[in-house]
């Protein structure tokens, strides 16, 4: 079993900031990518962000230079700074992690992805 807690989502005006946090806890073992994806409504499940366990990151054309991704792994944790927010940001962001269920990782890495949370940018 695998557990997400998400936060930092809700209501900012158009320019404003948002950090988004996800923090995965439970049968979860060596970690490799961790990421965000988001989903307006109406909308398909877009990628947003990435980031490689080596600390590769990639990002979605529309939020460059606006948006940053980091993790802490300590904490198993995926972090999404937001800055100079557009109305088109508004959608429930998600995290995603690659992960093991089990320290050998019998069965190979999953995807797993937190409960989403939120955001919506309006004046």
């Known amino acids: 079993q695998v557990q997400f807690v998400e936060s930092g989502g809700g209501l900012v005006q158009p320019g404003g900031s948002l950090r988004l946090s996800c923090a995965a806890s439970?049968?979860?073992?060596?970690?490799?990518?961790m990421g965000w994806y988001r989903q307006a409504p109406g909308k398909q499940r877009e990628f947003v962000a990435r980031l490689t366990s080596s600390l590769t990151t990639t990002y979605a054309d529309s939020v460059k230079g606006r948006f940053t991704i980091s993790r802490d792994n300590a904490k198993n944790t995926v972090y999404l700074q937001m800055n100079s927010l557009k109305l088109e940001d508004t959608a429930v962001y998600y995290c995603?992690?690659?992960?093991?269920?089990?320290?050998?990782?019998?069965?190979?890495?999953?995807?797993?992805w937190g409960q989403g949370t939120q955001v919506t940018v309006s004046s």
């Open positions: 995603t992690i690659s992960a093991c269920s089990n320290n050998l990782c019998a069965g190979g890495a999953a995807n797993y």
């Open positions: 439970g049968s979860i073992f060596n970690i490799g990518a």
